[in-house]
């Protein structure tokens, strides 16, 4: 029961976050930490794996978005990725789990690329959402991790 309410509440969150993302190229806090945390409680509430995973998904996915997009403004004077998306990736590792954190940021990366190239937006300096992509990987990885767990 609890699984199945997270997965509801994963699914209307991330849908929010989607789009807001889309209309303001923003993720607002007001998303992106409560979403964290709801992940840290269901990770707690109904383990799947050991919580520190969880608890090293999170610091992992913040710090290592935030890491690339400040590396990106240094370099170009212009925020290429925000902060937003470094929480909503951190919200990806309270989810899911440190090792899961690939699988979402190549569904992510697939997603924005594909959508660049089929749009004519793949010029160097047109802005694409990058938050929708990373929900779609969340959701995706939540599903099959979760199909995974039925299996086992």
Known sequence: MVLAVATALLAMILLAVTVVDLRSFRIPDALSLPLILLGLAVAYAAPRQPIHDHLIGAVTGFASLA???????????????????????????A?????????????????????????GRGQRHAAIAFGPWLALGVWLCWLWQSASQLVD
């Open 67 to 93: 890491l690339i997009g400040g590396w990106y403004f240094r370099k170009n004077g212009t925020d290429g990725l925000g902060l937003g998306d470094a929480k909503l990736f951190a919200a990806a590792g």
């Open 95 to 119: 989810w899911l789990g440190w090792q899961m954190l690939p699988a979402v940021l190549l569904i992510a990366a697939l997603g924005g690329l594909a959508y660049a190239l089929s749009t």
